[in-house]
């Protein structure tokens, strides 16, 4: 069965820092790019980062950029996001999602974790 | 950023109804273009992408079309477990920065 599983996401102060996994299975990990896309309590989906198979290409939202960083271990099936200098506006439902072959488009979703900033 | 903007915010239709969801983008971005469907709790699952393909294990109910800036998609005849949230979403600018538009709900009539 294919399946991403995150993990990492909580409550923490603004400034302060978290880092999100998402353990991949059922799939050959490494022939896809992966993403984290994300949901503000009761509102849309925004796309946050993405990187490509090889880790040779990272793409990331103008409100994001400079504070989270999105990696991957293909050894261990993983994704993972930095996030640094967290806002109250980065709380939201975090979602990792796989990249269909070749395009940005996302065919497979984790159930999300939730990121909560707040003093 | 390319701007989506789905229309209309909510939907009223019956089951067995057909229901046409239009999204339209601030520039051309070809036919890279995806919609997803999204139930309360869960996350979303992808319908189309290319603009008309259907995902794997998706009804043929479901229909996309358009091109450039101006997008449909089409629920033929509604089920009962149809109704939800539907996004577009567009992959076309590079570097990538795949944009979202704000969502239909689809309701029961």
């Known amino acids: 069965e294919v399946q991403l599983v995150e993990s990492g996401g909580g409550l923490v102060q603004p400034g302060r820092s978290l880092r999100l996994s998402c353990a991949a299975s059922?799939?050959?990990?490494?022939?896809?790019?992966m993403h984290w896309v994300r949901q503000a309590p009761g509102k849309g989906l925004e796309w946050v980062s993405g990187i490509s198979w090889n880790s040779g290409s990272i793409g990331y939202a103008d409100s994001v950029k400079g504070r989270f960083t999105i990696s991957r271990d293909n050894a261990k099936n993983s994704l993972y996001l930095q996030m640094n200098s967290l806002r109250a506006e980065d709380t939201a439902l975090y979602y990792c999602?796989?990249?269909?072959?070749?395009?940005?488009?996302?065919?497979?979703w984790g159930q999300g974790t939730m990121v909560t900033v707040s003093s | 950023e390319i701007v989506m903007t789905q229309s209309p915010a909510t939907l009223s239709v019956s089951p067995g109804e057909r229901a046409t969801l239009s999204c339209r983008a601030s520039?051309?971005?070809?036919?890279?273009l995806a919609w997803y469907q999204q139930k309360p709790g869960q996350a979303p699952r992808l319908l189309i992408y290319?603009?008309?393909t259907r995902a794997t294990g998706i009804p043929a109910r479901f229909s996309g079309s358009g091109s450039g800036t101006e997008f449909t998609l089409t629920i033929s005849s509604l089920q009962s477990e149809d109704f939800a949230v539907y996004y577009c979403?567009?992959?076309?600018?590079?570097?990538?920065?795949?944009?979202f538009g704000q969502g239909t709900k689809l309701e029961i009539k």
């Open positions: 979403q567009q992959y076309n600018n590079w570097p990538p920065r795949p944009t």
């Open positions: 059922g799939f050959t990990f490494d022939d896809y790019a």
């Open positions: 290319g603009a008309s």
């Open positions: 999602a796989k990249g269909v072959l070749g395009i940005y488009a996302f065919d497979i």
């Open positions: 520039q051309s971005v070809s036919s890279n």
